[in-house]
């Protein structure tokens, strides 16, 4: 699939930039950074069918309301309870940014997108909410609307581009419900879910769509801090603008994924993508003790070496014609951990810890998933053609030593 086929909805506007090759600047393209998704929810339709087999299935379920965690319901009952569950945890959450008149000169607050939320916990008088980033992204306010139309302020506690996920707070005198995760790495292809959302608006709040488990993804995304290989549940559930940052449920009525993305390209239906819930349960606990997610940093400017032309990559890299993939540094932070180890500009990195990297998204998934702050890697370049190792001390960003 092409990368290009993915959209994101509900993002608010900002401008946009790129870095040409061995761009002294470091902002945005240093590691650590985050990631910009879009969601989608869900509408379930429940079709009875008079037949003696459904007749018993149905007296079935009656007598065994009581569903254990992780169980997948074989009936459209089980799953019309399940949302009746989670469904007022679910919310619409507005991005609310100034936009100034060009002949006025006025700044006025206006809603720069809409988008859903689910609430995950309540502690005393205060609710948490995780959402998409892309959706609170660029927001000078936040609010959170109730499925009656109240509307709640509600802050940024911290969000994370990468990952594209975020995690507010609010008054919690109106939160009547706080949804619970479930298990995302125990669903099966073909298992039922629903997403539940605010599609186009939030006219349409607490809209319901009901699908199936089509598969379990690791797609290349692009993100407001680069590159990023998302893992993903796949689902046929009808995917809307508006519906970032809702909820994808299995049939025991719990969370399972935060929506966040579709592929839209004519001739296409049916291919929505959430976050699993076992990667967002640890990204919002961080989120929520440190307001961002901790990261091992190292301190660079990157391109990928399959971006360079062939005759940048001979006389300027020194590599020979059968080198194409690896990482090149385009500039190093100063004091960082790579300005320690005496990496330089033009270094092209092809391996850390003896695993090969061809790629700037493949050297993050490493780093952020393979290593910890303050972890000593081995890192093999090719500096002017010739290979070498360089030992380095992982740190966190911003982090003196």
């Known amino acids: 699939m092409n990368m290009q086929q993915y959209e ?14 061995l761009s002294a600047s470091i902002v945005g393209a240093v590691i650590g950074s985050g990631v910009t998704l879009y ?41 019309v309870q399940a949302i009746d569950q989670v ?25 720069a997108g809409t988008g859903s939320g689910v609430i995950f916990k309540k502690d005393g ?6 959402t998409n980033n892309h959706v609170i992204e660029g927001a000078d306010k936040v609010e959170v609307s109730f499925a009656k139309g109240e509307r709640v302020k509600a802050t940024v506690v911290g969000a994370d581009p990468l990952t594209d996920l975020a995690v507010l707070k609010m008054d919690g005198q109106h939160v009547q419900k706080v949804a619970s995760f479930g298990d995302s790495s125990s669903l099966r292809i073909g298992e039922q879910v629903a997403a539940i959302g605010n599609p186009l608006g939030l006219d349409l709040s607490r809209t319901v769509t009901e699908g199936i488990v089509s ?64 990667d967002v349960k640890p990204i919002i606990e961080q989120l929520m003790q ?34 194409t993939k690896g990482v090149v540094i385009t500039a190093v932070e100063p004091s960082s951990p790579a300005s320690r180890a005496g990496l330089q500009a033009k270094d092209v ?10 790629s700037v998204s493949a ?7 393979k290593t910890k702050i303050g972890e000593n890697i081995q890192m093999q370049i090719l500096r002017n053609g010739k290979s070498m190792t360089v030992s380095l001390q992982l740190s966190e960003r911003g982090e003196r030593q």
């Open 290 to 323: 440190y307001g961002k997610v901790k990261r091992p940093y190292l301190g660079v400017g990157l391109q990928d070496l399959s971006e360079i032309p062939a005759q940048v990559r001979f006389e300027q890299l020194g590599l020979p014609e059968n080198v």
């Open 215 to 278: 598969g379990k993804r690791t797609i290349s995304v692009s993100t407001s801090a680069g590159e990023w290989e998302l893992n993903v549940i796949q689902t046929d559930a009808a995917i809307n603008p508006g519906n970032s940052g809702g909820a994808l449920i299995n049939s025991a009525g719990q969370v399972v994924g935060i929506n966040s993305l579709k592929i839209s390209q004519e001739g296409v239906e049916g291919l929505g993508f959430a976050i699993p819930s076992q």
């Open 363 to 369: 050297l993050r998934k490493y780093l952020y998933t």
């Open 125 to 130: 008088n205060v609710a948490y909410i995780v």
């Open 8 to 21: 994101y909805t509900n993002r608010p506007p900002k401008k946009r930039g790129f870095f040409s090759f």
């Open 87 to 111: 469904a007022e945890a679910v919310v619409g959450v507005i991005n609310i940014q100034k936009q100034t008149d060009m002949f006025s000169n006025v700044s006025q607050e206006q809603e």
């Open 349 to 358: 990195i092809v391996a850390i810890n003896r695993t090969n990297i061809d």
């Open 39 to 79: 969601i989608a929810p869900v509408l379930g339709i429940y079709t009875q069918v008079e037949s003696k087999q459904t007749a018993v299935a149905q007296q079935e379920t009656k007598t065994n309301n009581t569903l254990p965690l992780q169980q997948t319901a074989s009936t459209s009952n089980n799953m």
